[in-house]
């Protein structure tokens, strides 16, 4: 006999947060840490961009393919033991020194303009991972 899906609202534990539903203009943005959108206002500023349009949320792409994280990670390692964000290190053309977190720019502007940010972040695979592993993702 076949079971038909719960029909209903969500489970315990999957709500989504009264601030979330409490902010009926929201935003979301995909700009890509890339050389078209890296360091120009849109990327920069897109918070301030939303914040004046009256959104009180948004949510923003900080991992959008195959591609490493844009925040420092202890995975993986490179040969000599030390992490590979502990180098410089490049992410569609654009190079993020030792440290620093692209990610962790998108979230304080949009805390320093009083907005929540939901961050949207791509799992599937991360490139330097997969490149050494590659009967990960084969």
């Known amino acids: ?10 489970g315990r534990g999957s709500r989504l947060p009264r601030w979330f539903d409490a902010n009926r203009v929201q935003g979301h943005t995909r700009l890509t840490l890339n050389e078209r959108w890296y360091g120009t206002p849109e990327f920069t500023g897109a918070a301030a961009g939303f ?3 009256g959104a009180g949320v948004f949510t923003r792409h900080v991992k959008t393919a195959d591609e490493d994280p844009w925040w420092p990670t202890a995975l993986p390692v490179d040969a000599d033991n030390r992490p590979h964000s502990a180098r410089p290190r ?49």
């Open 51 to 53: 914040k004046a349009l």
């Open 1 to 10: 006999m076949a079971t038909r899906p719960r029909v209903g609202p969500p």
């Open 90 to 138: 490049t992410i569609n053309g654009i190079v993020l020194q030792p440290g620093e977190s692209v990610a962790g720019k998108i979230i304080d502007e949009a805390h320093a303009e009083g907005l929540k940010i939901i961050t949207y972040y791509w799992d599937a695979s991360e490139k330097t991972l997969a490149d050494r592993n590659p009967d990960w993702v084969s």
